[in-house]
């Protein structure tokens, strides 16, 4: 339909090696949607009548619950939608309807659309796994582990400390999303081409009634940039990393070594000859998953980097991995929490690991530090403790006033002081005492469990106003529709 140039079709090799139709049904519906606006601006602008903005409206109308065909000779969705409404309308008025705009603000505008929707699911998701996270939290705020630098044991912590952790991590991803929204979230719409259009159309007006904030004002940056695709995916990219994380720290804390956490059924594998297996295989999917979504920002940034101002179709290409990395996205959020809702936590062989190190080294040097020891000697007298309870294989409570008096000797410290403090100091006692803001210590949880779920509250009315407002813009823009075609 748009050969008008040219003197002959697409061959059906060409076609099929130039159509983005597959693609495009992700977003036929926002294409109608814009078409509709597109529609009413041009009747309220009187450039069009009444009478032919009815009859293209109704025929966009009919189309929404259009099941679009594969086998089509169109070359994208903005052609086979304005194929379809002038079968529909007539040519007459049909078409009428691609008035003073162009295909490369029409795609610019539906991947907005469809982006900006994918942001506020996400996000909605993002909050969900993250209150998942707080949940279990506030039960396992008694639950003691190890925790780790470089895979080995460092310091006694909490469980609920672990998952405030990643939740803090959530909550950056969703900042990020949150504020890309509003680059994304403006109207390219009547850009036209490249360079705007003679005809005196009013952007601000179908910029409303899509519900953006605003409007993509130089014509040149609003058809040919993509770097707000760019920049959506790289925030996917660095969630689905994230993501990637917590579940290799679940793959490893499930196997028999660690057992500290146990998968349901549903979220595991069998093996197809060992029957005793069960493998955490969705995990492992969102490790091999995250893999491909930074491919797809790879694959992004590659194409745009090289092309010069103004369209060019190589960013039909960009439309697959973008519809890519919101799925994958989504449901790895699904599945997370949809874990963590029925994960078994084995509290014993937690606290079990905790207890059979030597975790509570740095609180015997800062106990020492406390009676006005340099940290740097009482560091020395520690480490030589561990390195004696290690060579007697005992823990250091076992550790005996005879054997540690050569350590205090060179130390200059009394060894009553020393065995006083080994004594005194358990895992226990090592959460009670840490107090530093943020830090595992029993105290600190309650504190940031309490501040975490405050935060929700907060994120979600601010995530829900922003659905709402595209709602009522579509519900108005609904409205004004229903009103001229009746």
């Known amino acids: 339909m748009y050969r008008s140039r040219l003197s002959t079709d697409l061959s059906d090799l060409t076609l099929e090696y130039v159509s983005s139709i597959k693609d495009d049904y992700q977003i036929a519906l926002y294409d109608i949607l814009g078409s509709q606006a597109h529609t009413l601006m041009l009747y309220e ?3 069009i009548t009444k009478n032919d903005t009815k009859k293209i409206l109704s025929a966009l109308e009919s189309l929404k619950n259009e099941k679009f065909d594969n086998l089509t000779e169109a070359e994208d969705i903005h052609e086979l939608i304005e194929t379809l409404v002038i079968k529909k309308a007539g040519i007459t008025s049909g078409g009428k309807m691609h008035t003073a705009r162009s295909r490369n603000d029409q795609v610019s505008l539906d991947i907005r659309m469809k982006i900006r929707d994918d942001i506020n699911i996400i996000c909605n998701c993002l909050l969900d796994t993250i209150e998942a996270l707080v949940s279990l939290a506030k039960n396992h705020q008694k639950t003691i582990m190890p925790l780790y630098t470089h895979l080995q044991q460092a310091q006694a912590g909490l469980f609920s400390h672990y998952l405030i952790a990643q939740a803090d991590v959530l909550f950056r991803d969703f900042d990020r999303l949150y504020v890309a929204f509003n680059h994304v979230n403006q109207s390219p719409l009547g850009a036209g081409p490249v360079g705007g259009t003679s005809i005196e159309i009013d952007r601000h007006s179908t910029a409303k009634m899509l519900g953006f904030d605003s409007v993509l004002e130089n014509s040149l940056d609003a058809t040919s940039t993509r770097d707000f695709v760019a920049e959506y995916v790289s925030m996917i990219a660095i969630l689905m ?6 579940s290799e720290d679940f793959v490893i804390w499930s196997t028999s070594e660690f057992s500290f956490i146990e998968l349901a059924d549903e979220f595991t594998s069998p093996s197809s000859v060992m029957p005793q297996k069960k493998n955490p295989d969705i995990l492992e999917l969102t490790r091999g998953k995250t893999a491909e979504v930074i491919g797809n920002l790879t694959a992004i940034l590659t194409t745009i980097k090289g092309l010069a101002s103004g369209y060019g179709r190589d960013l039909q290409q960009i439309k697959s991995s973008i519809w890519s990395t919101s799925k994958i996205s989504i449901n790895a959020l699904l599945i997370l929490k ?11 062989e937690m606290k079990k690991a905790a207890e059979s190190s030597y975790l509570v ?3 015997i040097a800062e106990k020492l530090v406390r009676n006005g020891i340099p940290f740097r000697t ?48 358990t895992i226990t006692s090592s959460l009670k005492e840490r107090k530093s803001f943020g830090s595992s210590g029993y105290d600190e949880q309650k504190r940031m ?10 994120y979600r009315i601010n995530a829900t106003k922003r659905y709402n407002d595209i709602t009522k813009a579509f519900d108005d823009l609904s409205g004004k529709v229903t009103e001229l075609i009746k």
Not at 389 to 407: D, G, R, W
Not at 449 to 458: L, Q
């Open 45 to 47: 602008k009187q450039i």
């Open 338 to 348: 949809s874990i963590l809702l029925t994960l078994h936590v084995n509290e014993k």
């Open 241 to 246: 990393t994230n993501l990637s994380r917590i």
């Open 361 to 363: 080294a740095l609180d």
């Open 449 to 458: 469990i309490e501040d975490r779920v405050k935060k929700i509250n907060s």
């Open 378 to 425: 009482t560091h020395k007298i520690a480490g030589g403790l561990v390195q004696l309870a290690h060579q007697y294989n005992k823990s250091l409570n076992k550790l005996t006033v005879k054997e540690i008096s050569k350590i205090a000797h060179d130390a200059k410290v009394t060894p009553n002081l020393i065995m006083k403090i080994i004594e005194s100091t």
